[in-house]
């Protein structure tokens, strides 16, 4: 019985994602906004270039590059919230 209650691991890191791709869109948006432009504050990093590997008949790109700001850490809280109250 205590296998139905419990939550599932997926729904935390859909709910996860979701208010961190929210809240960096809505920073990226509060930019424009003078009072709110301290939303899109914070720091971009990763492979700022690409690593190429050039196979002959096969060419693989690499790359990542994570933004986060105020407004994507906001999302972030506001999904462990959603979560705990689903």
Do not use: E, Q
Not at 23 to 34: D, E, R
Not at 37 to 66: A, C, E, M, Q, R
């Amino acid at each position: 019985m205590a296998s139905n209650t419990r939550k599932n691991n997926w729904t935390l890191i859909i709910i996860l994602l979701c208010g961190i791709v929210l809240g960096g869109y809505l920073g990226t948006l509060a930019s424009k906004v003078s009072f709110l432009s301290w939303l899109s504050y914070g720091n971009t990093f990763g492979l700022t270039s690409p690593i190429v590997l050039d196979l002959g008949i096969l060419v693989l790109t690499f790359g990542l590059t994570i933004t986060i700001n105020i407004a994507s850490i906001i999302g972030l809280v506001i999904g462990i919230i959603v979560y705990r109250l689903i």
